[in-house]
Each structure stands twice: as structure tokens, then as C-alpha cells.
């Protein structure tokens, strides 16, 4: 994805100046939206490493996955904490559509907020 385009989060500004800094490493997560905001981004431009940089290490898996075959469309933030997020993740898969609803949890570790797990919402 080019830095010049909107950013996958929604935010109201370009990849570049939204979530890429984050994937790059040129600064940190400020809140745990932004960092889900950032993780939203990192699986709608293929950005592994980077899920895998923020996960905490506590609840991390060995490695992770982005299927090139989910297209993420749009994301949609319900609530926001200080350490939880819920949100509607739209995606795309061929002609299929769908919707992730999500409550995830986040942790600060050495001053740097950390992703920890979630749970669906029905």
C-alpha cells in the first residue's frame, strides 16, 4: 500500500501519516485503540510481523498468519477503554462478505501497549 493512501484504520488521514509509522517502528502505539487501529491496518496490508510484535508475549503463538485472500474493508470501532476495544472488522474472501466482532483486551509491558486476546461478540 502506497503512504499516500487513506489509511485502512478510517482515520481521516493517509497510511503514512497514520498507521505506517507504527508498522515501520518509528513510534509507538499512544492508547490501545490506536494500537488495534494499527493491527487493523497490519492485516489489511499483510503486515505479519508486525501482529507478531505486538502481541504479547504472554498470549503470542509461535507464528502469525495474514491470508492474502481476506480482503478487510472497513472497520468500525463500538467502544473503547483504556485496555479494551470492541469493534466490527468488515472483510471480503472471493464473492463472500463478512463481519468480525470482536472485543479485544490490551496490556502495557516496558511502556509499550501489547495486544492480549479477545473475545467474539454475538
Same mark, same amino acid.
Given at each position: 500500500?502506497?503512504?499516500?493512501?487513506?489509511?485502512?484504520?478510517?482515520?481521516?488521514?493517509?497510511?503514512?501519516?497514520?498507521?505506517?509509522?507504527?508498522?515501520?517502528?518509528?513510534?509507538?502505539?499512544?492508547?490501545?485503540?490506536?494500537?488495534?487501529?494499527?493491527?487493523?491496518?497490519?492485516? $489489511?496490508?499483510?503486515?505479519? *510481523?508486525?501482529?507478531?510484535? %505486538?502481541? &504479547?508475549?504472554?498470549? !503470542?503463538?509461535?507464528?502469525?498468519?495474514?491470508?492474502?485472500?481476506?480482503?478487510?474493508?472497513?472497520?468500525?470501532?463500538?467502544?473503547?477503554?483504556?485496555?479494551?476495544?470492541?469493534?466490527? $472488522?468488515?472483510?471480503?474472501? *472471493?464473492?463472500?462478505?463478512? %463481519?468480525? &466482532?470482536?472485543?479485544? !483486551?490490551?496490556?502495557?509491558?516496558?511502556?509499550?501497549?501489547?495486544?492480549?486476546?479477545?473475545?467474539?461478540?454475538?
Amino acid at each position: 500500500m502506497r503512504s499516500e493512501n487513506p489509511c485502512p484504520c478510517g482515520a481521516d488521514t493517509s497510511y503514512g501519516r497514520c498507521c505506517l509509522p507504527l508498522h515501520r517502528g518509528e513510534r509507538q502505539a499512544d492508547t490501545a485503540e490506536e494500537l488495534m487501529r494499527s493491527r487493523y491496518s497490519a492485516f $489489511a496490508v499483510g503486515d505479519a *510481523g508486525y501482529l507478531w510484535r %505486538t502481541w &504479547h508475549p504472554s498470549t !503470542r503463538p509461535g507464528t502469525v498468519d495474514v491470508d492474502p485472500a481476506v480482503v478487510w474493508t472497513g472497520l468500525e470501532i463500538v467502544d473503547a477503554g483504556p485496555d479494551e476495544v470492541e469493534f466490527l $472488522a468488515h472483510h471480503r474472501q *472471493g464473492q463472500r462478505t463478512g %463481519t468480525l &466482532h470482536e472485543r479485544s !483486551r490490551f496490556a502495557v509491558r516496558a511502556r509499550r501497549w501489547f495486544y492480549l486476546d479477545g473475545e467474539m461478540v454475538e
